[in-house]
């Protein structure tokens, strides 16, 4: 099961709306009480339904790669900027991962000892497009944008946002970066972060029309992204 090696990642996604109350159990059942406390604070059902999800697939996933750790039984810690890890003292390779979560859909990478980061949109959620774009995007890239035809905004749009968010949060930087300051150039073949330091990997699909995922992972080497759809097979309680 320990098949993570330092130039694998993996990444699982999730459609909340397809979940049976046999995998919404699964995933209550492996919450610790601060993670169901937290869940409970969202005011709609379909914000606590992602939360809840995610949560528990980061802690099965986890699991799929460490079998001795039981998916309830991970522990974590925040860095200053609210990014979570795991506590130290498991005994072995660390796990690096990350989670994201709209309404609706679901995903957690999973990676040994790299900065990784990843960032799921719904794209259809922008409503007020422009404003969001002055506050985020780079002078080029508002440029790109404003050039394309408006049936085609809100896809490049997402794209810029989810790179910016998935590299932030790699960096475990969160929302305290300044998006407008970091620019990418999108081209064939993906997307390039403009100067700055580093060996950064990114990749974009959708995994259905109205969604898209994006990943942020940095290596010296190359890196071998695995998707994988649902959940991972581990015990549970």
């Known amino acids: 099961m320990r098949s993570l ?9 999730v ?23 937290q869940m409970r604070r969202f005011q709609f059902d379909l ?4 939360y809840r999800a995610a949560h528990g697939l980061a802690r099965q996933a986890l699991s799929s790669f460490e ?4 998916p309830q039984n991970w522990v974590f810690e925040s860095t ?22 709209t309404r609706g859909m679901v995903t957690v990478i999973v990676v040994r000892d790299l900065d990784c980061g990843v960032d799921v949109e719904s794209i259809g959620r922008c409503r007020n497009l422009d404003h969001l774009a002055l506050n985020i995007l780079a002078p080029a890239e508002l440029a790109t944008l404003s050039a394309v035809p408006d049936f085609e905004r809100p896809l490049l749009f997402s794209r810029y946002w989810t790179l910016k968010e998935a590299y932030s949060k790699a960096l475990g930087l969160g929302l305290s970066m300044p998006f407008e300051r970091i620019a990418f150039e999108l081209r064939e073949g993906g997307a390039r ?7 950064w990997f990114f990749e974009q699909w959708l995994p259905s029309p109205n969604y898209i995922v994006t990943t942020a992972l940095r290596s010296s080497q190359p ?15």
Do not use: M
């Open 5 to 13: 090696t330092n130039n694998l990642a993996k990444i699982w996604v």
């Open 15 to 37: 459609d909340v709306s397809k979940l049976s109350g046999a995998d919404v159990l699964r995933c209550e059942a492996v919450l610790v009480p601060a993670e169901i406390e």
């Open 47 to 50: 914000d606590r339904d992602a």
């Open 67 to 70: 079998p001795d750790v039981l």
């Open 80 to 101: 200053p900027y609210g990014r979570p890890e795991i506590s130290t003292g498991y005994g072995f390779p660390p796990l690096r991962f990350n989670i994201s979560h």
């Open 193 to 199: 972060l403009l100067n700055q330091a580093g060996d």
């Open 223 to 237: 890196i071998r992204l695995v998707r994988h759809w649902g959940f991972p097979d581990v015990s549970t309680p």
